[in-house]
């Protein structure tokens, strides 16, 4: 419950009732007024949620960047297992190449596979999504909310932040500390 209007039992002067209030005597029954969604901690939680689950403009490029990079690898990983593969079966290889007790096949076989998982582009379409989202799950922790992975991304670029509202950042008592001449 958000905010409620309180009745007293005890047919006291009724007030509003807030999320979280604790009755130390008595009873009373409150009437609600918003519902549960409304909260501002719940519509916080949204904002933190949406902000995580928003694709960042840069998740577009590295998006673009594994549609070719991907098929481009498992072609290489095929063409490295087919070279390895002929030349295991060849004379010369017979001749030149240590197995290692390994049969032929598992020998080309694993040389198309390290082709594939070192070149795996998983590392490119995980980290810009998990970036975002512990960079806003970490803002969040400190009480600064950002709304999504493009703001994320623009932050780098900011060069001054100015406040205004004496008070809510400051102990209510204005002074000036420096003063830069941009002129």
């Known amino acids: 419950m958000l905010t409620g ?3 007293p039992v005890n047919k006291e002067l009724s007030s509003k009732v807030y999320g979280g209030t604790t009755l130390l005597r008595g009873a ?7 519902m549960s969604e409304l909260s501002a901690i719940n519509q916080i939680m949204k904002l933190v949620e949406s902000a995580q689950s928003a694709k960042a403009p840069i998740q577009g490029v590295a998006d673009t960047i594994a549609r070719y990079f991907v098929p481009t690898i498992v072609l290489l990983a095929l063409i490295s297992w087919l070279f ?3 030349l295991a079966y060849s004379d010369f290889g017979r001749e ?3 197995l290692g007790g390994q049969t032929r096949f598992v020998f080309a076989f694993n040389f198309g596979v390290s082709t594939l998982v070192i070149a795996c582009p998983c590392a490119l379409g995980l980290a810009t999504p998990t970036a975002v989202m512990v960079g806003t799950g970490i803002a969040a922790s400190f ?3 950002i709304k999504g992975g493009d703001v994320l991304e623009n932050i780098n670029g900011i060069t ?3 406040f205004d509202k004496t008070g809510t950042l400051t102990a209510g008592t ?7 001449d941009v002129l």
């Open 160 to 162: 001054t932040v100015v």
């Open 5 to 7: 209007e309180a009745k």
């Open 174 to 180: 204005p002074s000036v500390k420096d003063l830069i």
């Open 28 to 34: 009373m029954l409150v009437k609600v007024d918003r």
């Open 84 to 86: 390895w593969f002929s």
């Open 96 to 98: 030149w190449l240590y």
């Open 143 to 145: 009480g600064c909310l």
